[in-house]
């Protein structure tokens, strides 16, 4: 019989997708107040996979991951989540725009064998948590690297989206050290 161990912490980033790049920095801060300190960045990402998000967020979207210095417990990504949630209602309430979303903060975590994101959207390959809050693996480390899954959006496929991922797990390996 297996025993019930501890999960090791995990490495916290957040992807934020805009098509208004200049309040990047307000949400950098709102997020970094709620996680401490971030240690990694990538650059502004064109999102042009599909246009999903064209009726409430507008044209040109670009995409950008930030990673937490501190490590978390894998089981609070439901309130991480929720946290977030939170982040783009007050952003969207507070600024004076024509959009419905002017940002989309999606959390997520790295640990050495996988990339896992947070959905309040439930499907077949997706693990309800709680608080309304589901997971999903979306790319599996393996043969030393991140490998998408069946279901991994065509985005978190492309180089960019890899090699950051792939930065924030060696910084992840170091911290564990």
Known sequence: MGEPTEPEPVKLFTGLLTGRPAIIPGVEEDLRAEFGPTDLESELIPFDFTDYYREEMGEGLKRKFIS???????????????????????????????????????????????????????????????????????LQYKDGCFRPLQWTYPDYRSNEYLGFFEKVRNRYRDQLD
């Open 68 to 138: 937490f210095e501190k490590l978390i417990d894998p089981g609070k990504i439901p309130e991480i989540k929720l946290v977030t949630n939170e982040t783009e209602e007050k952003f969207s309430e507070n600024l004076n725009m024509d959009l419905l979303r002017p940002v989309n903060i999606d959390p997520g975590y790295i640990g050495l064998s996988k990339m896992v994101l947070a959905t309040t959207k439930n499907y077949s390959h997706r693990l309800y948590l709680r608080k309304g809050i589901y997971a999903e693996v979306t």
